[in-house]
Every structure is written in structure tokens, then in C-alpha cells.
């Protein structure tokens, strides 16, 4: 099932696997990322805005050192990340339903962000129509996750897939870009 995107979609519902192309990190994506985020043993990642946690459940299969976490604010999708990694049996893999505003950001050392904001947009794909949806959160959500980038340790970092980059402090350096750079690795200096 970690062979391919359509296999591993397959652990979902016809429902979530309508979205995967559009909204679920793809699993070459999430292999490099979670390579990257976990460059030691016992390193905590945490994935903003996990949608179904294919990342965080790719990236405990590939690096079962480590521990990931998934933060998403729809109940639904965070039920189908639980239930997706009952079948896979990892026990590195843990689900938060949540904002990511209310999450402690010194419980982790490196972070995923697949332009989770992007949504709040007007004219973009919505997973569904659950949330509240404007400008004014994408840029608070954009201000606030800087915010905690800015307030991370040196040698923080991220991987950001289909970034806008606002989000990314000037501190935060591009070291490695993958998929035709829509996948960049930033450490911060």
C-alpha cells in the first residue's frame, strides 16, 4: 500500500479518495519531507493541517524513529486518519482534532505544511464546507504560524509542499527543493 498514491488512497472511503489529488499530500511528497523533518531518533513533527494524516501516516512507516503528529480542524477527517492508521498498526502516528492555534509549538521540533490556508481564498477547490472560509483568516492564519516559526531554535525545520511562502519566516532557509521545487526543505539559520 506504500507503493503508489492510488493503493494507499485505497484505505479511504470513495469520498476521500475523490480529494486525494487536490488535498492529500502525494506519497513520494511525504516520503521526502518526512526524510528530511527527521534527520535524527525521536524527532516530533507536527503536520498543520493533517486533512485524512496521509502524511503523518507515510512518514511513520518510513521512519518509525519518529514521531508524527497530525493537528486537523474537520472531526470527520481526523476519524479516517484514526481509522486509517488502526489498519496500518503504526504506533507512531497521532491525531489531534483542533485549530492549529491552539496547539503548544514547543511540543515539536520540525513541521509539514501543505498550504493548509489555501482554502481561505475565494475562488479555490474547498475540501468541504464545514469551516468558515476569508481572507482575513488565511492571512491571520499566515501571521500566526509565523509567528510560532519565528519563535522556533535554530536548526528548526520545515517542509512546505505547494507553499505561497508567506507563512515562512526570512530566518528559514531553503536547503533542498524536490517534485520540480513544489516541495521545498527550509532550515532555519
Known amino acids: 500500500?506504500?507503493?503508489?498514491?492510488?493503493?494507499?488512497?485505497?484505505?479511504?472511503g470513495p469520498?476521500?479518495?475523490?480529494?486525494?489529488?487536490?488535498?492529500?499530500?502525494?506519497?513520494?511528497?511525504?516520503?521526502?519531507?518526512?526524510?528530511?523533518?527527521?534527520?535524527e531518533k525521536n524527532?516530533?513533527?507536527?503536520?498543520i493541517g493533517s486533512g485524512v494524516g496521509k502524511f503523518c501516516l507515510v512518514g511513520a512507516h518510513h521512519r518509525p524513529d519518529a514521531m508524527f503528529y497530525g493537528i486537523e480542524q474537520r472531526?470527520?477527517?481526523?476519524?479516517?486518519?484514526?481509522?486509517?492508521?488502526?489498519?496500518l498498526k503504526q504506533n507512531n502516528a497521532c491525531f489531534i482534532h483542533g485549530n492549529f492555534t491552539q496547539i503548544d509549538f514547543r511540543q515539536?521540533?520540525?513541521?509539514?505544511?501543505?498550504?493548509s490556508f489555501y482554502e481561505n481564498l475565494e475562488g479555490t477547490d474547498k475540501i468541504d464546507d464545514t469551516l468558515e472560509y476569508s481572507l482575513s483568516l488565511y492571512n491571520y492564519y499566515n501571521r500566526?504560524?509565523?509567528?510560532?516559526?519565528e519563535q522556533k531554535a535554530k536548526g528548526t525545520r520545515?517542509?512546505?509542499?505547494?507553499?505561497?511562502?508567506?507563512?515562512?519566516p526570512a530566518t528559514y532557509h531553503t536547503v533542498k527543493t524536490y517534485l520540480g521545487g513544489l516541495l521545498k526543505c527550509w532550515i532555519k539559520v
Do not use: R
Open 108 to 115: 515539536f521540533d520540525n513541521f509539514y505544511f501543505y498550504n
Open 75 to 87: 472531526e470527520q477527517l481526523v476519524k479516517e486518519a484514526i481509522n486509517c492508521n488502526k489498519k
Open 1 to 12: 500500500m506504500f507503493g503508489d498514491d492510488q493503493s494507499f488512497n485505497a484505505l479511504f
Open 43 to 47: 524527532v516530533h513533527v507536527l503536520d
Open 158 to 168: 520545515i517542509a512546505t509542499f505547494h507553499s505561497l511562502e508567506g507563512e515562512i
Open 15 to 39: 469520498d476521500v479518495q475523490s480529494k486525494a489529488a487536490k488535498h492529500w499530500t502525494p506519497l513520494e511528497a511525504a516520503k521526502y519531507a518526512s526524510e528530511f523533518l527527521t534527520p
Open 144 to 149: 500566526y504560524l509565523y509567528n510560532q516559526l
